[in-house]
């Protein structure tokens, strides 16, 4: 495909438990960024990759997320001991690496902490 | 703080009326624009961008937005409204000092027929 790709679409999930979700960017763009969207919100700074490292952290929410990108392609992010705080939409987007470029997203994972 | 500002909530337009979106930005510098369309249970769709040059730029489905430096703003506008533009539109803005892209709030257009 030629898209950004995100796995899972939903997810259900027990406070407490573990998630890692998916990002598979278009192919051949460095750049790869994470965002939470809650309802009626603006998608929210989460986390920025240049390649393999991640470049930017500054909006990760605190130290139950962690995100990698280990060969500077698909990214996951996880999230530990999951809160009801955290059910949002989490969405994903890559850019081919110059600033002036328009970033493309992905369909967005909907989690959910019951 | 950086930040963008969508002051309305939700727009209403007629069919066929001209359309405004609203979208003030707080950042150092010059910073590139842009404009996003979401529509339910869709991932979030480029529009159209401002990098420099002229402050009208023309973008995807009709909708253009005009850069206004002294205003610190960047409005989205569309001469005449379709009923199918009606989706939440977003404003965003990357500062020249970081590859953040910062969202608003978000605009819920609706067109009525």
């Known amino acids: ?34 965002y939470r969207q809650s309802l009626g919100q603006g998608p929210e700074f989460l ?14 929410p605190n130290d139950r997320f962690f995100a990698v990108r280990p060969e500077g392609s698909v990214s996951t992010l996880k999230i530990q ?28 994972t909907r989690l959910t902490v019951v | 703080a950086q930040s963008v500002a969508q002051p309305e909530d939700q727009v209403n337009v007629a069919e066929g009326n001209p ?13 590139y624009l842009f404009w996003y369309v979401q529509y339910p249970n869709r ?4 529009l159209l961008k401002y990098i420099t040059g002229d402050n009208l730029v023309k973008g995807s489905y009709g909708f253009e937005a ?29 500062p020249l000092n970081t590859d953040k892209l910062i969202f608003g709030t978000g605009t819920r257009l609706q067109v009525f027929p």
């Open chain 1, 81 to 108: 001991r999951t809160e009801r705080g955290d059910s949002a939409v989490y969405l994903c987007a890559s850019i081919p690496g110059q600033a002036n470029t328009e970033a493309f997203f992905g369909q967005g």
């Open chain 2, 66 to 94: 005009e850069f206004n430096k002294s205003q610190t703003s960047f409005h989205l506008k569309k001469p005449s409204a379709l009923v199918s533009d009606s989706a939440l539109y977003f404003c965003a803005v990357r």
């Open chain 2, 19 to 31: 359309l405004t979106v609203k979208c003030t930005y707080s950042v150092s510098g010059n910073p």
């Open chain 2, 43 to 46: 991932g979030l769709q480029f």
């Open chain 1, 47 to 60: 986390i920025y990759f240049q390649g393999t490292g991640a470049a930017d952290d500054s909006g990760l």
């Open chain 1, 1 to 34: 495909g030629a898209g950004v790709s995100q796995t899972p679409s939903n997810k259900v999930t027990e406070k407490g438990k573990y998630v890692e979700l998916r990002c598979d960017p278009i192919s051949g763009h460095t750049a790869l960024y994470w």
